[in-house]
């Protein structure tokens, strides 16, 4: 039988307050039943003839289905929401991860934040976006008394923020509180173009950096540790004998504790790095007259990137940040055509990781070795090695347009190249036998 009037208005008024379950009527059974949707599939279980004991029943479910208060998400502001997302997903982050994403909530604005989350535009949010921007702008020109700033300054800031509202808006549309998220952001980022250093540069980097800085300066550059792992370096960790270290945990600065929070490794498995030889100089001197269970860094270095940058000025090398030196490290060993043994020593999971983030390749490295290619009395198929010198003169070509233009970042074209560059050079150099590199005479002409 059909609802009357009455019962229909009733049911109308139920289903705003049970938001996001709702009660359905069906006439053939005359029986009230809920519906919530999850995941994409509907939840439907038969509850009662009466409409009142219906409606008691469905608020138990729909508060055990999604936790909500009574009232539901009808009204929902971005900050509530972001409460009941935050209970559950913290719970399931590393401790870094969630101070990160507490960084970001707190810059957002409290009028995006007072918003109903129904109401969230995209034009809003990028409002809220520059707004952040601005402020990072404004409160560094006050800290350097006026200082001119690059042109993309804040736009780090920025971009995390970004990074974030779409995790958390993506999340409202997954639980059905919003039916489509209005912001979308990549993690995806441009491809930097890192320097590479030689030996004599990476020694001549350290021997221009101050004492207490050296031994961290050396463990990136020469052994590929990040940041973390350096300072959760023990004294036992370091074998100066056999050379080698065992990285077992990281050691990271958390919610501004600058004594740091030390946690596993970022794969959560520990790994064993070879100590180069040249580097044990620069290590020996910080671990004399140390305890086995002493750190080799007591305390988190936040001067770490300061003391680096005027290591670079006084060797006469392009500043690099902290971070770099592990890139070049990676592409040193790759440039010796050893895949697998960069994402050993880097500590990959796989080598999709290795290849596409720390394969930056040295053009110029790239040229010389398909010099020696032609240095043959054998026949050999050149289709392949005309392929690789073009995509280098390219590269080259490029990189000296950007040096002119003074751009501090690898474009996409050169980074699309350069992995190109890359694979065909390794799998080409592994097909190379002592007999069949001899008779190739042609050489490259350079840009």
């Known amino acids: 039988m059909a609802l009357s009037r009455a019962l229909t208005a009733q049911l109308k008024k139920y289903n705003t307050l049970l938001y996001p379950a709702k009660l359905a009527y069906r006439a053939d059974r005359d ?49 509530q929401w972001h409460e009941r997302w935050s ?61 001119e700033l690059p042109e993309n300054f804040g736009e780090s800031k920025k971009k995390h923020v970004a990074i974030f509202l779409s995790v958390l808006l993506n999340a409202a549309a997954k639980d059905d509180v919003i039916s489509k998220s209005p912001w979308s952001a990549s993690y995806k980022s441009s491809k930097k173009m890192v320097p590479i250093f030689d030996v004599t540069e990476l020694i001549r980097l350290c021997d221009n950096a101050s004492e207490s800085s050296r031994p961290a300066i050396a463990l990136a550059a020469f052994c590929g540790l990040r940041r973390g792992e350096v300072f959760g370096l023990k004294i036992e960790d370091v074998d100066l004998k056999n050379r080698w270290l065992y990285i077992k945990r990281s050691k990271i600065k958390l919610d501004g504790v600058i004594e740091g929070f030390v946690k596993e490794t970022k794969t959560g498995e520990p790994r064993v790095v070879p100590i180069p030889e040249i580097a044990i100089k620069y290590i020996k001197p910080a671990m004399e007259g140390r305890k086995k269970n002493d750190f080799l860094y007591s305390k988190i270095r936040l001067d770490l990137t300061q003391r680096l940058k005027v290591a670079c000025k006084n060797a006469k090398l392009k500043r690099v940040t902290y971070h770099e030196l592990r890139h070049i490290c990676g592409s040193n060993i790759m440039m010796n055509g050893d ?32 010099d020696k ?47 190109k560059l890359a694979k065909l050079t390794l799998i080409f150099c592994h097909q190379l036998t002592p007999s069949n590199k001899k008779g190739l005479t042609r050489k490259p002409v350079s840009p």
């Not at 109401?119 to 409002?127: F, L």
């Not at 050999?380 to 995509?391: N, V």
């Open 373 to 419: 290619m032609y240095q043959s009395d054998t026949e050999l198929d050149t289709k392949e090695l005309d392929e690789m010198l073009e995509l280098a003169n390219r590269i080259l070509a490029l990189e000296k347009q950007q040096k002119e233009s003074k751009k501090g970042r690898e474009t996409d074209e050169i980074h699309g190249l350069s992995l």
């Open 31 to 79: 029986k009230y039943f809920f519906v919530f949707r999850r995941d994409g599939h509907d939840i439907r279980k038969v509850l009662s003839d009466d409409i009142d004991i219906a409606y008691e029943r469905a608020c138990s479910m729909r508060d055990e289905l999604t936790k909500l208060p009574t009232g539901g998400a009808l009204g929902m502001t971005l900050e």
């Open 339 to 370: 895949l697998i043994l960069a994402k050993e020593v880097l500590g990959h999971k796989n080598t999709r990781i290795t290849e596409d983030v720390y394969g930056h390749i040295k053009s110029t490295h790239i040229q010389d070795q398909i």
């Open 87 to 147: 209970r559950a997903k913290y719970a399931k982050l590393s401790p870094k991860s969630v101070s990160n994403y507490r960084y970001c909530w707190e810059a957002v604005g409290e009028v995006l934040k007072s918003e109903e989350i129904a109401k969230v535009t995209k034009q809003m949010i990028e409002d809220d976006l520059e707004s952040i921007k601005q402020k990072v702008i404004i409160n560094e020109i006050k800290r350097t008394n006026g200082k």
